[in-house]
């Protein structure tokens, strides 16, 4: 793929307008009793319509056989190398619950998690407590001090919250606490780097106040942490594109994925039609709007395939409102899978449509994993979908003479 300073070169004003609707976890895998994945057994009328006026296929969110966490998947989708950009976890919790990270600091994203009487964890979301007991939670760890360095607690959704440590000469290259499983105890925050080793010292410090604080508490009575690291540098969408960019999301890591690249964010209640009515109140502000459902991640990591299907749904029935908009690029895919039958991220190709005007139909006419297979995009790495729809709306002129 070229770089992004030559798609810079080659971006032109253009009055088209760009819609990248992303349903977080969108692929499956078939369930047993039909054959089908989530996205094949909703009712979608309204894609599977759109789509018939589309391209479509499946992208690989990093590469193949890769297993994508959300940040790369979303950087990827925005055009940028997940590989060569790599960004921690906390970085993104840090920017997205609008705090103010130093080039010092170091921050993690973090869960409230259950562990039981042997030590070791029951349930890595804590039961994806209430919002107002993460907010409760938080306050009482923010009673915790440590010796020479300041520790900011800021609460997110449900279960998960944010740490930024602050000190000098603080370092990102400690392991993460997290294993990603239960029935095992919680790791250890090990020195990555011999430098970093009163980085770890201080961070195992914390954990233990934070155990102690939190022993008698149910069923959030510890704290995981993961993706630690400082804030990168990276070049502006908006910049890149020549585009006025905003991003419609309601969970903090996706505005804080969409404030490291430069994106305006919209405030949004807590429904699909409060993102698409703010998609329509904003309208004539931006030129692209990055749409994020979280509500097909979610259901597909508790491994509900039915409620999974009903977000998709539900996200189908706003479709029409977002085409009496009238954009002139609208692309529907997902950052990864989530299969339910996995309740986990996966390592699948993502199906994708791409709507345009100029678009050359491929006679797919329903929006599932093995229709797109069939599509004239075939299997294509994630970032180069920003350049595609940058020239389906008419953004990027000619390379060479």
């Known amino acids: 793929m070229p770089s992004l300073d030559v798609y810079h070169e080659l971006a032109i004003p253009a009055p088209g307008k760009v819609v990248l609707l992303v349903m977080d976890g969108l692929g499956g895998l078939p369930r047993d009793s ?29 590469g193949p056989g890769i297993t994508p966490g959300s940040g790369p998947a979303h950087l990827a989708l925005f055009g940028y190398d997940p590989i060569e950009n790599q960004v921690g976890r906390g970085v993104l919790e ?3 619950v609008d705090f103010d990270l130093k080039p010092t600091d170091v921050a993690a994203r973090a869960n409230y998690a259950t562990l ?101 508490y149910r069923p959030a009575n510890t704290v995981l942490m993961r993706g630690f690291a400082k804030h990168p540098q990276l070049p502006l969408l908006g910049e890149v ?73 539900e996200m189908d029935a706003q479709i029409p409102a977002i085409q009496d908009l009238k954009p002139d690029v609208l692309a529907i895919t997902g950052d990864h899978s989530t299969p339910a039958v996995l309740k986990a991220h996966s390592w ?14 491929d006679g797919v006419t329903s929006f599932g994993e093995r229709a797109c297979v069939r599509g004239s995009l075939g299997t294509f790495p994630a970032m180069n979908l920003m350049p595609q729809m940058m020239a389906y709306a008419l953004r990027l002129t000619k390379f060479g003479a």
């Open 34 to 62: 039909d054959g089908l994945t989530e996205l094949e057994a909703a009712h979608s009328p309204n894609m599977d319509a759109l789509i018939a006026r589309s391209i479509c296929g499946l992208h690989d969110p990093v």
């Open 94 to 96: 840090a920017l997205g």
């Open 116 to 216: 039981d009487g042997r030590g070791l964890i029951s349930d890595r979301r804590a039961g994806r407590i209430p919002t107002e007991t993460n907010v409760h939670l938080c306050e009482i760890l923010s009673k915790i001090r440590l010796p020479d360095a300041e520790v900011f607690i800021r609460p997110g959704k449900e279960h998960r919250f944010v740490v930024i440590f602050r000190r000098q000469n603080l370092s990102d290259k400690i392991s993460d606490t997290d294993p990603q499983a239960t029935g095992v105890p919680p790791r250890s925050v090990e020195a990555l780097d011999p430098v970093a080793r009163p980085t770890a010292e201080l961070v195992n410090r914390f954990i233990a106040e934070a155990n102690k604080l939190l022993g008698g």
């Open 241 to 313: 594109y020549g585009m006025r960019t905003a991003a419609i999301a309601s969970y903090p890591m996706y505005l804080g994925l969409a404030k490291l690249v430069g994106m305006e964010t919209l405030t949004v209640g807590p429904t699909i039609a409060n993102e698409i009515e703010v998609l329509r109140e904003n309208w004539d502000r931006f030129d692209f709007f990055f749409i994020h459902v979280k509500g097909t991640d979610s259901s597909g990591e508790d491994g509900d395939f039915e409620r999974k299907m009903r977000v998709i749904e």
């Open 348 to 361: 699948h190709p993502v199906p994708v449509l791409l709507y345009s005007r100029y678009c050359r139909p």
